[in-house]
């Protein structure tokens, strides 16, 4: 039997009735998909493919612990997964109060608009950075879940509305306040961020 031609859904089942190389299969057929998030997300590679390997652990446990309900929406879960773990890594980078580049969102080193910059520039921009990063992280957990999503994991309000499966609308909603939020923050604590 042709396994491309196989669902996830058919898959599944043949994991579930004892055939383990099943979740293999799946695993390598959305590999590139998940590991192509992860890494957007954390921006380090090798970090990206440690989450991958965590993510796929948690999968294979879950599925054990019989915590998935078939929906037809098997990778939109894994994603989930990921997008969990993710969350989780930079929760632990908080708490060891290290600033990184993946913390700013992006690699500084690599950005060609500050080549030309001068030290107190990318001192000036590296604390902006993390100025937003601490007001969003002040956020109402649904807010701070988009707002991380589209601004730092560069996804379509779409894919946001799949993967936190709810409308776009309600997407589009939790982004305005967030953004309405944020604005009363930085006016609050006066801070400048330009």
Not at 80 to 85: F, L, P, S, W
């Amino acid at each position: 039997m042709n396994l491309k031609k196989l669902s996830d859904k058919q898959l599944l089942n043949n994991y579930f009735q004892g055939d383990e190389s099943a979740i293999s299969d799946l695993i390598e057929r959305h590999r590139k998909r998940v590991c192509d998030y992860i890494n957007m997300m954390v921006k380090n590679r090798d970090v990206a493919d440690d989450i991958f390997q965590e993510t796929f652990i948690k999968v294979v446990r879950f599925l054990r612990e019989g915590r998935y309900t078939e929906s037809g929406r098997f990778l939109s879960w894994v994603l989930r997964i990921a997008h969990n773990q993710v969350i989780d890594y930079f929760r632990q980078q908080k708490q060891q109060n290290q600033v990184t580049e993946t913390d700013a969102g992006y690699d500084i080193l690599n950005n060609r608009n500050l080549s030309e910059a001068n030290v107190e520039d990318k001192l000036v921009l590296s604390q902006i950075q993390d100025d937003v990063r601490r007001l969003v992280d002040h956020l109402p957990e649904e807010q701070k879940e988009v707002v991380m999503m589209r601004y730092f994991g560069g996804l379509s309000f779409k894919e946001i509305a799949e993967q936190t499966d709810v409308s776009i609308n309600t997407a589009l909603g939790r982004m305005r306040y967030a953004l309405i939020n944020l604005r009363k923050m930085v006016q609050e604590k006066q801070l400048i961020l330009s």
